[in-house]
């Protein structure tokens, strides 16, 4: 079925087909559109004709709807500017204006964008901020500038995608109920050895300090590289990547195969820390206790060694 609005062509045709006498769902099945669209349309352009349908009438109508759905088509007129403008010289906020007279704060700044500059100097004294500043647009625009920074997995090395060599990590944190803490979990993708600690926050230093925690005791042949999810505890990862002097790349959101050791145990954890887990009393014991039993279970991938087993030999210190 299509997915798109009506045009001018498609309701032509379709006052023809309804005035040659086809049903609703010849005309849908004709046209490519569900049976249900054609029924609204109909509705839309209902009138006394002999097809009882007029396309003028159902193209009015279909423009009426997306104006009242989208406050972007939205126009102030004479009475609600005047009163917009009483407000604002009240020391109301534009959203504080808009509230008062039914309006959304976007539109009353869109409203604000379309005066004249000198009507804008002249509105300044009674403004908080004296540029109409266009926030969500700043806070868009550091959003892609941050991403851009970032290294992505398409950067990988083969090597790495291919498990060749010990010594690359995924990570990411398991939350507990309620935000009540957080586990962060670093998984080493070729043996399937697991580094887990609890941070009481999820906050990018938390975050930080715990893998560099977690990490430290590793030989320098076991940090080569670092790939995460895109959570918000993640950003400090520049500084991170300085500290530890490994590479660090990032999954792409909602893309969670990609992250597909860590992600696998995760799954693993939870059979020791269930979804809904209060992790507020959690006790580091019982963290490691849980992380010991699945390091040093038998895996078949690997001929029913376990993570431990495997990494050992590449180790300077004891695991």
């Not at 005309?27 to 569900?34: D, K, S, Y």
């Not at 790495?160 to 586990?183: M, P, Q």
Request: aromatic content about 10%.
């Amino acid at each position: 079925m299509a997915h798109h609005h009506f045009t001018r062509d498609d309701r032509v045709l379709l006052a023809k087909l309804k005035l040659s006498g086809l049903s609703v769902r010849s005309c849908a099945r004709i046209l490519g559109f569900h049976p249900s669209s054609v029924y609204r349309e109909l509705k839309h352009g209902k009138a006394d004709t002999a097809c009882g349908y007029d396309v003028r009438i159902a193209r009015k109508r279909a423009k009426q709807l997306r104006c009242a759905a989208n406050q972007q088509h939205r126009r102030l007129n004479t009475a609600e500017a005047e009163r917009i403008t009483a407000l604002l010289r009240q020391y109301y906020s534009p959203d504080q204006a808009g509230q008062a007279v039914g309006l959304s704060h976007s539109t009353i700044y869109r409203w604000l964008w379309t005066q004249s500059k000198a009507f804008i100097r002249s509105m300044w004294q009674f403004l908080r901020h004296k540029k109409l500043r266009r926030k969500y647009g700043t806070k868009r625009r550091e959003q892609q500038r941050e991403l851009q920074k970032k290294r992505w997995i398409e950067e990988r090395p083969k090597t790495i995608d291919n498990r060749l060599f010990f010594g690359h990590w995924e990570g990411d944190t398991v939350r507990g109920k309620d935000a009540s803490g957080y586990l962060v979990t670093l998984v080493e993708r070729k043996s399937g050895y697991a580094l887990v600690g609890f941070i009481p926050h999820a906050t990018k230093e938390a975050f930080r300090l715990k893998t560099e925690e977690l990490l430290a005791p590793l030989p320098k042949h076991l940090k080569r590289s670092l790939t995460l999810d895109n959570g918000k505890e993640m950003n400090d990862y520049e500084e991170l990547e300085q500290h530890l002097s490994m590479p660090i790349y990032f999954a792409h959101p909602y893309h969670s195969w990609e992250r597909g050791s860590n992600e696998n145990f995760n799954g693993l954890l939870r059979q020791f820390f269930p979804k809904g887990s209060d992790f507020s009393g959690i006790r580091s014991q019982q963290v490691d206790l849980a992380v010991n039993l699945l390091n040093t279970r038998p895996r078949k991938r690997h001929g029913y060694r376990s993570p431990a087993e495997l990494l050992k030999p590449y180790l300077d210190v004891a695991i």
